[in-house]
């Protein structure tokens, strides 16, 4: 079994978005999270959806979901006060939809609508075969680690350098008992999950994903994000006319 696990937790602080999270602005009609689901709900491969969301906006994203008919959400469960937080209740929620099974769980952000199902796949048969798929990107410009705000402590080879993104996937079972160490340690907020894999010791495997694969954060990425839909739009304009 493959389930998709969204967290739409977040409020948009740096979208300066008012009172609406960033994942419900609308983007030609439609809001944000609404193109992410639609990916994994019309994925042949992902059996089921579960997210994490703002406890407030839960019956708000339930009527989205009925309105623009996302059949393979299974639960919605209320998010956590951090993400690391959120994305554990999705996976006890994961938990109660698999049963005993062992699923695949592909992790994944709310505002990160822009993946395909190349990408989805890819994540799905990495876990198969090596038991975790973290999705990842080339860096296009110099990476610097810094020791101090001016010091510079060395700069890392660019080909031996990733941007990790999302999905982010493992085994169920496996993800759940490394959440579980990282809250017996006190550990509630861990930027995301690939950091407390390798933390627990557990190898990590990189699937290349499309460069237009964003998280859409700032006024900046939702921009970005209306460009690329009307730039697929426009090709599909283009090549029709071409037929």
Not at 38 to 44: G, M, Q, R, S, Y
Not at 56 to 67: A, D, F, G, Q, V
Not at 102 to 130: E, Q
Not at 218 to 235: C, G, H, I, S, Y
């Amino acid at each position: 079994m493959n389930i998709a696990v969204i967290f739409a937790g977040g409020i948009g602080a740096r979208m300066y978005s008012g009172e609406i999270p960033k994942q419900f602005l609308r983007m030609h009609q439609k809001p944000i999270i609404i193109y992410t689901l639609e990916v994994f709900d019309a994925h042949p491969e992902i059996d089921a959806i579960v997210i994490a969301c703002k406890e407030e906006w839960i019956e708000y994203l339930k009527n989205l979901i009925y309105k623009f008919r996302i059949d393979k959400v299974k639960k919605i469960v209320p998010g956590g006060a951090t993400g690391q937080m959120s994305i554990y209740r999705g996976l006890i929620a994961a938990r109660e939809v698999s049963g005993q099974e062992n699923a695949i769980v592909l992790i994944h952000d709310g505002v990160r609508p822009l993946i395909d199902n190349r990408l989805i796949s890819d994540n799905i048969a990495s876990v198969k075969r090596n038991g975790t798929a973290i999705t990842t990107a080339a860096v296009t410009e110099t990476i610097l680690v810094i020791e101090d705000d001016r010091t510079i402590d060395y700069v890392p080879d660019r080909a031996c350098s990733r941007v990790a993104k999302a999905p982010q996937s493992f085994w169920l079972d496996e993800i759940l008992e490394v959440h579980q160490k990282a809250q017996e340690e006190g550990i509630f907020d861990c930027i995301d999950c690939c950091t407390m894999m390798k933390h627990y010791g557990h190898s990590l495997f990189l699937v290349d994903g499309p460069s237009e694969n964003i998280k859409i954060t700032t006024p900046d990425d939702f921009f970005t994000m209306r460009a690329l839909l009307d730039a697929r739009e426009n090709v599909q304009i283009y090549m029709g006319d071409m037929r």
